[in-house]
């Protein structure tokens, strides 16, 4: 055997080259471990993501995000170092073809294709599944809420305990379509840096500057057209007196609508929304509003300014087209004010009511201020057991299933609506819904903004609800009986003993 000497290929053909074992180099084999390496983990990752009960942000993004970057930078390796070992080879044999040539007939080559053939298809199947697991990934509630804890930790957990904790954050925030998803995705990636260099605003801002409009959210599951009617509310509050005097009122709020097909156009959500278009002026918090103007479906404009406007103020401020969010701007992350919050614990009997000065003392113990959610339900629970401990020590002993139930509750009610690691309470997101707390409907209906022709915003007590019941010292049941009976047009003695659709039978008939 002669050595071939170190310019020649090792295993000679015909033309005196081979691309044989172009991979069987240190870069190549360096790359080819890496890849398999990562793809061994992203299977298995992905087995417990699609298995786990509760995913968890960190299996998603080791499994979509870092991995798949291994995984191609390993093949780019490899290439890389197959690249070079041919360029190497090439400049030892001058003249060789610079593609292999297949040979279909020799039964070595035909095999090595099948198996590089099934490697590429194997390949892009595994990476249109991982591409949309990653796509999906990334608009998950999980992502979104978990990933950044303390960033997004306010804002998750008041969307979990809302009225919309099935719909994911992406459907109001991004929405369909490319067009914002791109958007989202690179806002999204600005607040990544933001976060790593812990430079984010705390609390994150509200209003949302660029939220998009309700138009292509809301809209999208609430069909504005749909006509509400009145909707009864029971508000129960507690007094801070010894015996937390209930006090419950029920109003009939007129939330209407705008649906011409049922003819049913009034109230609350017609006048505002469907058939005219409101505008306003504004701070950037949105809460005081000099000036409004209304363009009605006849196209007649209306414009009201407030007799404490300010004008040299009214000339920074931002114009907004009003839409769901200008009432309804905390759908999903609801800071409850303690008051409110109490009153409902009161309420549902997760704090006794007969546990004397509940209200009161939760009501401080809540709204004193904490450096850190630990530190605030210590100091809470301490702070209930001291209180009865001084105040009614009898009571320590006779009723201590009932204080241990109200520091409980006090404490998870903390936990959902205040977040002092993110400077977040309910006086950092004021609720527009309403006029109790903040100012809410009353920015523009305070009797302040007049027309030109002398036409005022209304703050006509009944204009927006009806009381229909008030009452003080005992909790009543939900809806009072003042019309104790209903009374039948036509005589028929006893009702419960007819059957109503023996006569009405929705045709021809009464
Ligand atoms: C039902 C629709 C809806 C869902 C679901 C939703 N949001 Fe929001 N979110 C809003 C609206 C509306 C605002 C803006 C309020 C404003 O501009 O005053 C907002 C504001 C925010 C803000 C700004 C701070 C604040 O509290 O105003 C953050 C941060 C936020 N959302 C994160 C999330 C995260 C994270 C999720 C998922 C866990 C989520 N949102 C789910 C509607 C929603
Ligand atoms: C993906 C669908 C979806 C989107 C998008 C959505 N909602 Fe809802 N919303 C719901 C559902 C479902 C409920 C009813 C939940 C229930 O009654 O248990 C609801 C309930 C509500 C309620 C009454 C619940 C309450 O708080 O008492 C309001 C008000 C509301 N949505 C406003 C909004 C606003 C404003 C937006 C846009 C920022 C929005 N929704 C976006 C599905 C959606
Ligand atoms: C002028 C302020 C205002 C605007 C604008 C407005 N709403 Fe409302 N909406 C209300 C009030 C007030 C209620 C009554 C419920 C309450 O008091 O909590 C209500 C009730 C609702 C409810 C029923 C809530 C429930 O408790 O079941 C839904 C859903 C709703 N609005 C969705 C929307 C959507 C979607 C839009 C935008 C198309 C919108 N609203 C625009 C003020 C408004
Ligand atoms: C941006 C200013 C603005 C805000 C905020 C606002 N409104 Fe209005 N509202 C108006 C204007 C303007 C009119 C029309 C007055 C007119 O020309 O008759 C109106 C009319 C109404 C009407 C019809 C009144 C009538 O006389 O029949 C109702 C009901 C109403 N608003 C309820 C509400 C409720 C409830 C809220 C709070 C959840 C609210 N509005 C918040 C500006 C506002
Ligand atoms: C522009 C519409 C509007 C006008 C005008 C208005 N209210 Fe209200 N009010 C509301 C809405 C909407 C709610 C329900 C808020 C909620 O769902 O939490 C409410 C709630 C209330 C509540 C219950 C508050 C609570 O938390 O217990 C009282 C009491 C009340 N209004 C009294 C009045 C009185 C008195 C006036 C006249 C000075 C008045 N309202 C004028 C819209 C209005
Ligand atoms: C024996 C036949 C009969 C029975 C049973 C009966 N109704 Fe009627 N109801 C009538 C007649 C007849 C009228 C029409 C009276 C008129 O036009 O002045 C009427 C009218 C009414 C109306 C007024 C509606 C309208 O179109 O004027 C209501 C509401 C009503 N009934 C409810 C009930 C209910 C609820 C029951 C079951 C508890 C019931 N009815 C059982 C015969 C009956």
Request: hydrophobic share 35%.
């Amino acid at each position: 055997m002669t050595d071939p000497g170190p310019n020649m290929p090792s295993t000679p053909q015909d033309d005196g080259f081979s691309y044989r074992s172009l991979l069987k180099n240190y870069i190549s084999l360096t790359g080819l471990a890496l890849a398999g390496i990562a793809l061994a983990n992203i299977i298995v990752l992905f087995i417990i993501d699609i298995t786990s009960a509760v995913p968890s942000p960190y299996t998603g993004i080791l499994a979509y995000m870092i991995l798949p970057g291994f995984l191609l930078g390993g093949l780019a390796l490899a290439a890389f170092g197959a690249w070079r070992e041919r360029s190497r080879r090439l400049e030892a044999v001058p003249g060789a073809p610079l593609l292999p040539r297949i040979d279909l007939n020799q039964p070595g080559q035909r095999s090595r294709l099948a198996v590089f053939v099934s490697f590429v298809v194997v390949f892009v199947l595994l990476s249109a599944v991982g591409s949309y697991r990653a796509y999906e990934f990334t608009d998950s509630t999980t992502f979104c809420g978990e990933l950044c804890h303390t960033v997004m930790h306010p804002e998750h957990v008041a969307h979990d305990h809302s009225a919309h904790a099935r719909v994911s954050c992406v459907e109001c925030h991004v929405g369909s379509g490319a067009g914002w998803y791109v958007k989202s995705k690179l806002s999204g990636a600005r607040q990544v840096v933001k976060t790593i260099l812990n430079t984010y605003p705390r609390p994150i801002e509200s209003p949302v500057a660029n939220l998009r409009p309700a138009a292509q959210t809301c809209e999208q599951c609430h069909w504005p057209r749909r006509f509400w009617g009145a909707q009864l509310k029971v508000f129960n509050h507690f007094g801070s007196d010894e015996q937390n005097t209930p006090r419950q009122l029920r109003l009939l709020i007129k939330v209407g609508g705008g649906d011409p097909s049922t003819g049913g156009q009034a109230g609350i959500h017609w006048h505002m929304n469907i058939a005219n278009k409101v505008e306003y002026k504004s701070d950037a918090k949105r809460q005081n509003i000099p000036w409004v103007r209304i363009t009605d479906r006849n196209g007649k404009v209306t414009e009201y300014q407030s007799t404490a406007a300010d004008a040299k103020a009214m000339a920074s401020m931002t114009d907004r087209r009003m839409d769901c969010v200008d009432c309804h701007n905390r759908p999903t992350h609801v800071y409850t004010p303690p008051d409110r919050a109490v009153d409902q614990a009161l309420a549902g009997g997760r704090i006794s009511p007969t546990l004397p000065f509940a209200k009161q003392q939760g009501v401080t113990l809540l709204t004193a201020e904490y450096k850190t959610t630990p530190q605030a339900i210590a100091a809470i629970q301490q702070g209930v057991n001291a209180f009865y401990k001084e105040k009614y020590p009898q009571l320590v002993s006779t009723r201590s299933g009932d204080i241990k139930n109200m520091s409980d509750a006090l404490a998870a009610i903390y936990q959902e609506n205040i977040f002092p690691e993110m400077k977040v309470d309910w006086r950092t997101h004021p609720d527009n819904v309403g006029h109790y707390y903040f100012n809410g409907c009353f920015r523009c209906h305070d009797g302040s903004h007049v027309s030109k022709d002398g036409k005022v915003i209304s703050k006509d007590c009944n204009s927006c609800h009806t009381v229909l019941g008030q009452e003080e010292g005992v909790l009543p049941s939900a809806v009072a009986d003042a019309t104790p009976f209903f009374k039948h047009p036509v005589e028929l003695g006893d009702l419960t003993s007819v059957n109503c659709s023996d006569c009405h039978n929705g045709g021809v008939g009464p």
